[in-house]
């Protein structure tokens, strides 16, 4: 590769908001088999909103929101802001708050114990969701993140929390297939939920309901399935996949260890910007040869 045609097809990337971090990442990309994608705040906004509020044994509908908003306050999960943003302005205090990463949150509020999350994280606690069960999978067969509330051990509420998708994903997605790359959705989110997503955009392999730790593993599976790997991530829990993959490609509204990590940053968090850099990439290596 000639240090001219690097020095193009960066500048003309850049003219498109992608900026190429490291000069090798360009001759890198146009080796890419497989692009692999974090789903919340890369393939959707990442600013869910609540759907739905279902409630069982005899719980009522506001004071579950009400505690619900309360411990959530504490969190900075996009869900937990959804939750809180539906709860009321005047929010009781809270006490003992955990935040369990990739599973959920439990606090104390007004003497009770709550615990809002994953149905693992209820497994874990022995709650009985046999009432919710069937609501939940409706609500994750449309997309949406089915959340459960229990109060002191019993179950109380499923609430649907529903993240749109970003403008461009689809057509984004669209371009990459057509260029021949396999599509990947790599996510903690309920497996459900994010075969329903996939399903919708065209996106051949799913990984879901991984923690944070296991997207690094998921990362390495998917390349030995596929080949040479892009990973496109906002580093919110994926920084050390965003590391790990062949090309780490992160999303500028994501967070400070992303950009620094990545090979590749998209200044706006529109996918297009992965498609048009694999495009100047293979045009660039053609020129080359
Ligand atoms: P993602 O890969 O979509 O960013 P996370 O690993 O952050 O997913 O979260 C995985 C799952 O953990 C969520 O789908 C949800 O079930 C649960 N979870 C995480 N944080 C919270 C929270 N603050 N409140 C309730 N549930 C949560
Ligand atoms: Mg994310």
């Known amino acids: 590769a000639t240090p001219t045609s690097i020095m193009v097809g960066t500048g003309r990337a850049a003219e498109l908001g992608v900026l190429f971090r490291k000069g090798d990442a360009l001759q890198q990309l146009q080796q890419a088999r497989v692009i692999a994608l974090d789903k919340t705040g890369t393939l959707t906004l990442g600013r869910p909103e609540l759907e739905s509020v279902t409630t069982v044994n005899g719980f009522d509908r506001d004071e579950v929101l009400r505690l619900a908003a309360a411990v959530e306050a504490q969190s900075e999960h996009p869900i937990a802001t959804a939750i809180t943003r539906a709860g009321p302005a005047d ?6 708050f955990e935040s369990l990463t990739g599973l959920g949150v439990q606090a104390k509020v007004e ?7 994953s149905p693992r994280l209820m497994a874990q606690n022995e709650v009985n969701l046999s009432d919710l069960t069937t609501e939940a999978d409706l609500r994750a067969n449309e997309g949406a993140t089915p959340l459960f509330v229990a109060v002191d051990g019993q179950a109380a509420a499923l609430l649907a929390v529903s993240d749109p998708v970003k403008p461009g994903t689809r057509d984004a997605l669209e371009r990459l297939h057509a260029m021949g790359l396999k599509l990947a959705m790599v996510t903690g989110d309920n497996a459900r939920t994010a075969q329903a997503l996939a399903d919708r955009l065209g996106i051949d392999h799913v990984t879901a309901e991984v923690l944070p730790d296991g997207k690094l593993a998921a990362i390495t599976a998917l390349r030995e399935q596929f080949g040479t790997l892009a990973f496109v991530g906002d580093g919110i829990n994926d920084a050390p996949a965003l590391a790990a993959a062949d090309i780490g490609v992160a999303i500028g509204t994501g967070t400070d260890v992303a950009i620094e990590t990545a090979d590749v940053v998209l200044m706006s968090g529109d996918l297009r910007g992965v498609a048009n850099a694999v495009e100047i990439s293979r045009r660039t290596m053609r020129n080359i040869r």
């Open 91 to 96: 929010l009781p205090a809270i006490s003992a």
């Open 111 to 117: 003497g009770h114990d709550l615990l809002i999350g």
